[in-house]
C-alpha cells in the first residue's frame, strides 16, 4: 500500500522561506521520479518541481531559481526548498511519485499524496 504525506505547509508572509517534505512508504523511492504540483482553487494543476532517478530535476518556469528539490532516498523523503515566496505561491501542494521515463525524465505519477495548503501574504 503506497502511501504519500506532506507536512510543512500553513500561513507564511512573502519572502518567506518554508520546505515542504513528502514522506512516502510501501515504495521505493531509489530510481523513481518525485514530484510536487499544486493547485488553487479554480486553477489548473500545475507542476512545480520533479526529480528524477537520477537527480536530475526539473522546475516550472514560475518557480525556477526560488524553489529547490531534493530527495533522500534512505529516508524515501522528497523536500521543496522555496525561497521569496510570493502571493502567487498560494495554493495546495501535493506530492507524488512514480517510474523514471524511458531516456530520463519524469513524465507519469501514479501515486499522489492528499496536500498540505500553502498561503503566502
Known amino acids: 500500500h503506497v502511501q504519500l504525506v506532506e507536512s510543512g505547509g500553513g500561513s507564511v508572509q512573502a519572502g518567506g522561506s518554508p520546505t515542504l517534505s513528502c514522506s512516502a512508504s510501501?515504495?521505493?523511492?531509489?530510481?523513481?521520479?518525485m514530484g510536487w504540483f499544486r493547485q488553487d482553487p479554480g486553477k489548473e494543476r500545475e507542476g512545480v518541481a520533479d526529480?528524477?532517478?537520477?537527480?536530475?530535476?526539473n522546475y516550472a518556469d514560475s518557480v525556477k531559481g526560488r524553489f529547490t528539490i531534493s530527495k533522500d532516498n534512505a529516508k524515501k523523503i522528497s523536500y521543496l526548498q522555496m525561497n521569496s515566496l510570493k502571493p502567487e505561491d498560494t495554493a495546495m501542494y501535493y506530492c507524488?511519485?512514480?517510474?523514471?521515463?524511458?531516456?530520463?525524465?519524469?513524465?507519469?505519477?501514479?501515486?499522489w499524496g492528499q496536500g498540505t495548503q500553502v498561503t503566502v501574504s
Open positions: 510501501g515504495y521505493t523511492t531509489r530510481s523513481k521520479c
Open positions: 507524488a511519485v512514480g517510474p523514471m521515463a524511458y531516456g530520463g525524465g519524469c513524465e507519469d505519477f501514479g501515486y
Open positions: 526529480i528524477d532517478g537520477d537527480g536530475s530535476t
